[in-house]
Every structure is written in structure tokens, then in C-alpha cells.
């Protein structure tokens, strides 16, 4: 929707706002799976250029916000970082198992029952003469 709000402004504070909204796509137009190592890296530019295309939205409709305010005061970075970046490892790890070459790890972990349980069990099985389930 901004490129089609903003297109009709070719100079000036309108075009500032285009570029940055086109410097925000293309981080995202990245070959996939994008390496492990690399999602940190990629999570804070990608926040950088985003607050960046808010900025320029913001001075480009007459508020007088810098970027620290936009940042720190309206947002929660951290929170968005960490919902990307949680995103993106989730996504790469599904990927790899689909793709075969990664596994799901399973792991079996023993269970004590409840005592309560084990009453309950014995209660429903009673097996005195031919089997039955009692009540």
C-alpha cells in the first residue's frame, strides 16, 4: 500500500519515503533458507530499515518524531527482534525436516503414574474369575 500511495511523488520528502520503503522490500527479496548465523544480523537491519521508513513516513506527514522516538518510545524492538528471529529459526528448521535433511528429534521420557491412577486402574480392572471392566 505505500507504493501506491507515495508513487505520485517523484522528488522531495514523498520520493525519501518510496526509497526507503523499496530499501525495506529488498532485504526481504534474500535466496532462502538464509544461513543460521546470519538471522541475528539480518533481524536488526531489518528493524533498522523499518524504523527508518517510519521516520520517513513520519517527517513526510509533518510530525516531528526523530528515530530514537520511533525506536524506543512506540515500539518494542526487542520484542519484534525476538518474534522474528523465533519465526525465522522455526521456519528453517521445518524446512530442513520437509526438505529431508534434517530430523525431528524425538525423545521418550518415562512417566511415574499418580497413586491416585494406579487406584483408578485397579478399580476399572477386576479380575477376579473372567476379566471385566467394573464401575
Known amino acids: 500500500m505505500i507504493?501506491?500511495?507515495y508513487n505520485n511523488y517523484k522528488s522531495g520528502?514523498?520520493?525519501?519515503v518510496i526509497d526507503a520503503w523499496k530499501e525495506y522490500?529488498?532485504?526481504?527479496?534474500?535466496p532462502s533458507p538464509?544461513?543460521?548465523d546470519q538471522l541475528p544480523s539480518l533481524t536488526m537491519e531489518s528493524h533498522r530499515l523499518f524504523i527508518n521508513l517510519l521516520?520517513?513516513?513520519?517527517q513526510f506527514l509533518g510530525h516531528d518524531y526523530s528515530r530514537t522516538d520511533l525506536e524506543k518510545s512506540n515500539y518494542s524492538p526487542n520484542a519484534i527482534g525476538a518474534?522474528?528471529?523465533?519465526?525465522?529459526?522455526?521456519?528453517?528448521?521445518?524446512a530442513d525436516i520437509f526438505r529431508g535433511e534434517k530430523a525431528l528429534p524425538v525423545t521418550m521420557v518415562p512417566?511415574?503414574?499418580?497413586?491416585?491412577?494406579k487406584l483408578n486402574l485397579v478399580k476399572l480392572l477386576d479380575c477376579r474369575g473372567p476379566c471385566r471392566a467394573s464401575q
Open 25 to 30: 522490500l529488498n532485504i526481504f527479496n534474500r
Open 3 to 5: 507504493g501506491f500511495e
Open 55 to 58: 521516520f520517513e513516513m513520519s
Open 83 to 94: 518474534r522474528d528471529l523465533d519465526f525465522a529459526t522455526i521456519n528453517h528448521g521445518l
Open 111 to 117: 512417566q511415574k503414574p499418580a497413586k491416585s491412577n
Open 13 to 16: 520528502q514523498g520520493k525519501r
Open 34 to 36: 538464509v544461513p543460521q
